[in-house]
């Protein structure tokens, strides 16, 4: 299947009442990895990418290894996606690249740090929906700052300095058209997010509540959502990691996001846990070893196991059949003739 747009997972989504899992890669093995998870689960997939996996990678080797996965696995919805997009010209070059989907995060200013003020994050969200509908891309914003940084990208702090205003995410939805709206209820970036399991007073399901109810027919992101699963913590620890005691984002709080408008769910940290701890293994059990396939193969099977685990746990598995590609040009003449709708449902308080 050629490569779709986010707009149409997520579209599929919220009519199958499911999430999507929303990887993170840099390499090749990563992506090889996702493709193995959603072909034995079946399932429809979001890849994407940052600023830094851009970088580390480059342009050129991420958009054709993309490309060798969707001829590779015909049968799997798969759309290629930009993470924490900093500007307009950072997006532009990833549509122009060939990205199906991009997130502009106007909730920082262009340096990735400094938060931005609530017109500053309109008018330049509102550019790029602009841009990237003309070209049948479609578009995430972001309302509300993340805590912890990834890549170099983020405020840095708790998640809970920023939470998202109900209010302020229906006027960002509103004056934006955005097709999905991340929100920020005190998750952060990284392994470090809560340093106990999470209750309501840090992890604040309640106000994703409160959203998805003024925006019933907003697709809802959750960043920061590894679980950062116990056992992948003490297989980095047994064999000479030094992660300090810390929790993530529980599955079940996950999915009571899924039953409220949350239709995509991005996870990054949990798969470098696994492939960190299957390489330090074979490190550490076989210090013989200096063919990297050794270490690389475990690593990339320990990550599709997490990623199989999640595509289950979101409800995508076994979706992967539901329906064919939209054309990127099908979907340009939709969002310019209004069949797909940026126009927000929005419901009295
Ligand atoms: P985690 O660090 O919780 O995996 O979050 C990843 C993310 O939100 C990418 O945008």
């Known amino acids: 299947m050629p490569l779709v747009t986010n707009r149409q997972l997520l579209d599929e989504a919220a009519k199958g009442g ?93 340096d990735g740090k400094t938060p931005s003020t609530f017109e500053e994050n309109v008018e330049v969200t509102r550019k790029v929906v602009d841009y990237a509908h003309e070209r049948g891309i479609s578009v995430e914003g972001e309302i509300g700052v993340l805590g912890g940084i990834e890549d170099g990208h983020g405020a840095g702090g708790s998640g809970l300095e920023h939470v998202t205003d109900p209010d302020q995410a229906v006027e960002f939805a509103e004056r934006t058209g955005v097709d999905a709206l991340a929100i920020a209820i005190g998750t952060s970036h990284g392994a470090y997010k809560f340093t106990k399991k999470p209750d309501g007073s840090v992890l604040k399901m309640d106000l994703l509540i409160a959203i998805h109810k003024r925006l019933p027919k907003t697709h809802l992101v959750m960043h920061g959502s590894s679980s950062v699963p116990k056992e992948l913590q003490d297989i980095i620890n047994q064999y000479g990691g030094k992660l300090k005691e810390t929790w993530g984002v529980p599955v079940e709080e996950i999915q009571l996001g899924i039953k409220n408008g949350v239709r995509k769910i991005n996870v990054d940290t949990d798969n470098r846990l696994a492939i960190t701890g299957a390489i330090r293994k074979v490190f550490a059990e076989t210090p013989e070893k200096f063919d990297p396939r050794d270490y690389m193969k475990p690593a990339r099977a320990a990550m599709q196991k997490v990623v199989a685990q999640r595509m289950t746990q979101f409800g995508q598995a076994g979706h992967a059949g539901d329906y064919t590609a939209i054309s990127i040009a099908d979907m340009a003449k939709g969002y310019a003739n209004g069949t797909l709708s940026t126009k927000p449902l929005v419901a009295a308080r």
């Not at 999507?20 to 959603?38: K, L, R, T």
């Not at 996996?53 to 015909?74: I, S």
């Not at 049968?75 to 997006?91: K, R, Y």
Request: charged share 15%.
């Open 18 to 110: 499911y999430g999507v899992g929303a990887f993170n890669v840099n390499d090749m093995e990563q992506i090889q990895a996702i493709m193995e998870a959603a072909k034995e689960t079946n399932s429809p997939v979001i890849i994407q990418a940052s600023r830094g996996a851009r970088a580390f990678a480059q342009d050129n080797y991420l958009y054709h290894l993309m490309l060798a996965a969707a001829e590779l696995y015909p049968q799997i919805p798969l759309a290629m996606h930009l993470d924490h997009g900093n500007s307009f010209e950072t997006c532009e070059s990833a549509i122009k690249l060939g990205f199906t989907s991009v997130m502009m995060d106007g909730s920082l200013k262009a």
